[in-house]
């Protein structure tokens, strides 16, 4: 089945300091999803990519959705303390039912 | 606003005592999915409702049931729970496989 390889899995940062993870698999997804998820809570979604190639932004963070199909990353700039918590790429095939599949997580912490 | 309520936040139930988790949307998505999520681990799909079809996935446990009385109302009904099966239970919703919406989730707890 369709497996995504999130990198790195955790992250020990400065405040200030630049974020870069990314996700990779074998297969070809349709779109590509960042979430991020509190302690607690439900995942939030960040960015949405829809087209291989695209590149998007939501403040500090942009993400890339590359051009085979098979990968994308999510860059955080500036970090800032509540930065912190687990951020997850999801993977959608599409089609009518559009499952999810998630990566394993990367959990961020912030040192200010 | 739009969005997906999950009730309740907190659930304690004991070993092998029925539970329903409920789950409801505002956004008349016509798609509604349950997850479960382990701690440290992502979501893992259990089933999801396209409409009014039910779609298992195949190694979803047969104590995990669900029903969706109308397109806002989903629930998550565990038969005989076990120590394995405290988790973060995650409604989410779509239309059509797009604009996929998480819930703030169900901390289910087993004693």
């Known amino acids: 089945g369709q497996q995504l390889n999130q990198s790195p899995q955790s992250m020990f940062i400065q405040e200030g300091e630049d974020v870069s993870m990314n996700c990779t698999s074998s297969?070809?997804?349709?779109?590509w999803l960042w979430y991020k998820q509190d302690p607690g809570e439900g995942p939030v979604l960040l960015i949405a990519?829809?087209?291989?190639?695209e590149l998007t932004s939501n403040g500090r963070l942009t993400a890339q959705f590359g051009i085979t199909r098979k990968d994308s990353f999510l860059n955080i700039s500036a970090s800032i303390p509540s930065d912190v918590g687990i951020y997850f790429c999801?993977?959608?095939?599409?089609?009518?039912?559009?499952?999810?599949?998630f990566g394993k997580g990367t959990k961020l912490s912030v040192k200010p | 606003d739009a969005m997906v309520i999950q009730n309740p936040r907190y659930q304690v139930t004991q070993f092998g005592k029925p539970v329903t988790l409920s789950c409801s949307q505002t956004?008349?998505?016509?798609?509604m999915y349950w997850y479960q999520q382990k701690s440290s681990q992502a979501p893992k799909l259990l089933f999801h409702?396209?409409?009014?079809?039910?779609?298992n996935e195949a190694d979803t446990p047969d104590n995990f049931q669900s029903r969706r009385p109308n397109t806002s109302f989903c629930f998550l009904d565990i038969r005989s729970p076990g120590l394995g099966d405290a988790a973060m239970y995650l409604c989410?919703?779509?239309?059509?496989?797009?604009?996929?919406?998480f819930g703030s989730g169900t901390r289910l707890t087993v004693v």
């Open positions: 956004l008349n998505h016509n798609v």
């Open positions: 409702y396209y409409d009014k079809d039910f779609n």
């Open positions: 297969s070809i997804f349709n779109t």
């Open positions: 989410a919703t779509s239309r059509r496989g797009f604009g996929y919406t």
């Open positions: 990519l829809y087209k291989a190639g």
């Open positions: 999801a993977g959608q095939i599409g089609g009518s039912q559009g499952n999810l599949i």
